[in-house]
């Protein structure tokens, strides 16, 4: 069994290695995710401080809902969650690790320069003004996997075309910092998650750290037939795939199981010393 592949990030003059793969701890500062949310101050801070507790290595913090359905956002009301969220964390916990889940790139910007932002995640698929942004302030930059469905090319195909096409557009633009994300559960039926999960390591010919982000999704809880809140054991199995196929960070609501996969799997990976 291969190790992780390593890669080393540059968050803000912090290098971060992902030999041993990392956790990206979830922090929802919205009123309507589909899981759990932090939506005021004193839920924001415990929230973070069990991530923290447990070992998350990266907060990523966003201040709109993606799930399916969720009310569209200002982009004003999304700066008031995400400034609100960023100063108490910032404060608490300067030297952690920071990701902003926006796609709005005047968002990002402000994230980046007025709270250190060192990380954005951009579900959105990228657009050249994000793509200018990231590379502008020198921010890692989490590209995702997320445009319309394409009926006549397999979902593999469409992927790994998407990837080269947007990675090749930021290089030219001097981005060092990439993270690519398959997108689960954007514009992706059950199966095509399924497809992309069990062929995730075609995207080691790119080089670049891979992000999973799965926890509690719908390819889980509806495919066990469950709700988001029993789909802990699921996210767990999935999780162990998603190692083994070469994932270096994982984006979750529960970093203490995640750490324990990483643990065990790291362990499995250990030379005998027999």
Known sequence: M?????????????LMETSIPLVMGIVNATPDSFHE????????????????????DIIDIGGMSTRPGASDV??????????EALELVKSKWPQMPISVDTFRPTIA?????EYGAQIINDI??????????????????????????????????????????RVQMLRNRGQADLILDPGFGFNKSVEDNFR??????????????????IS????IYKTLECTPNEALNGTT????????????????????????????????????KE
């Not at 200002?74 to 400034?83: F, I, T, V």
């Not at 793509?131 to 009926?151: C, S």
């Not at 509690?216 to 390819?219: D, H």
Request: net charge neutral.
């Open 196 to 213: 992309l999960m069990s062929h995730l390591d075609c995207l080691k010919v790119l080089n670049l750290p891979v992000l999973v982000g």
């Open 2 to 14: 291969e190790r992780c592949n390593s890669y080393t990030l540059n968050l803000g003059g912090t």
């Open 216 to 219: 509690r999704k719908s390819m």
């Open 74 to 83: 200002s982009e004003e009301e999304e700066w008031r969650r995400l400034a």
């Open 37 to 56: 949310h932090a939506s005021d101050a004193e839920s924001i801070v415990a929230t973070v401080e069990r991530m923290i507790r447990e070992g998350a």
């Open 124 to 165: 959105s698929g990228g657009c050249k003004e994000m793509f200018e942004v990231v590379a502008r302030t020198k921010t890692p930059y989490i590209l995702t996997f997320n445009e319309e469905r394409k009926p006549e090319m397999d979902i593999i195909k469409q992927m790994m075309l998407f990837f080269a096409e």
């Open 237 to 272: 199995a999935l999780h162990m795939t998603a190692l083994e196929k070469g994932a270096s960070i994982l984006r979750v609501h529960d970093v203490a199981e995640a750490k324990q996969c990483i643990k065990l799997k790291t362990l499995l990976n250990s030379p005998s």
């Open 109 to 113: 910007e402000r994230c980046i320069c």
